[in-house]
């Protein structure tokens, strides 16, 4: 079973920068697609940004040119580098990882962490 565990959330003030990780249990070289997804109350979940299956990323429209998503193997840690924050940014980011498992695609979810943009 693996296991996906985010840190640095926090409180920010507009403009400000926060960055995130997930750390999984296991190699993410085994992982077909790895990275953030965020849920703001009332709001479906949205994808931030991810590696993706075909080795290039992918992000989010609200994001690009704030966000930048990067990648560790060998401490299994996917990042989230966040400039330039703004108020809407304020959710609860999820880390995933998805993995092929013969025909099953498995896809894992962290518990999630808190970030919130106020000032």
């Known amino acids: 079973q693996v296991q996906l565990v985010e840190s640095g959330g926090g409180l920010v003030q507009p403009g400000g920068s926060l960055r995130l990780a997930c750390t999984a249990s296991?190699?993410?070289?085994?992982?077909?697609?790895m990275g953030w997804y965020r849920q703001a109350p009332g709001k479906q979940r949205e994808l931030v940004a991810a590696f993706t299956s075909d080795g290039g990323t992918n992000s989010g429209d609200s994001v690009k040119g704030r966000f930048t998503i990067s990648r560790d193997n060998g401490k299994n840690t996917v990042a989230l580098q966040m400039n330039s924050l703004k108020a809407e940014d304020t959710a609860v980011y999820l880390c995933?990882?998805?993995?092929?498992?013969?025909?099953?695609?498995?896809?894992?979810w962290g518990q999630g962490t808190q970030v919130t943009v106020s000032s």
């Open positions: 296991g190699s993410i070289d085994s992982f077909s697609a």
């Open positions: 995933f990882a998805s993995q092929q498992e013969a025909t099953v695609l498995r896809v894992y």
